[in-house]
């Protein structure tokens, strides 16, 4: 990736590893997992990347420091904004499961 340095060659980049996955019906759904975070943290860039430019992986994240950025993810449940709009006290955690099953379902698969 090093010819790719920008934050936009990243998305570039991952996107064509999406492609090459989808193409070669790759079934490994941790891989497909880390190139859809990869490509949608170097998309939106600004708090989705860290000072280094990397991907931020949001593991048990503080939702007042990185609640900016917790807002804007894909798909934010109603009790994870209870917890970001401090009406809530809980742990918050990143789930994939949503993004897996639609992905098994565009492959056909139940």
């Known amino acids: 990736m090093a010819s790719n340095a920008t934050p936009a060659g ?18 490994n759904p941790h891989l497909f997992r880390t190139l859809v975070d990869e490509w949608f943290a170097h998309s939106v860039g600004g708090p989705f990347l860290n000072g280094n430019g990397r991907p931020k ?21 109603y009790d994870a904004m209870q917890v970001l709009d401090g009406k809530e006290d809980s742990r918050l955690v990143k789930d994939h499961a949503f993004l897996e099953n639609q992905f098994l379902q565009f492959r056909g698969r139940p």
């Open 10 to 27: 990243r998305e570039e980049t991952y996107l064509r590893y999406l492609e090459i996955y989808l193409r070669d019906q790759d079934t």
């Open 57 to 77: 992986w949001f593991n048990n994240p503080d939702p007042v420091k990185e609640g900016p950025a917790l807002r804007r993810m894909h798909f934010v449940s």
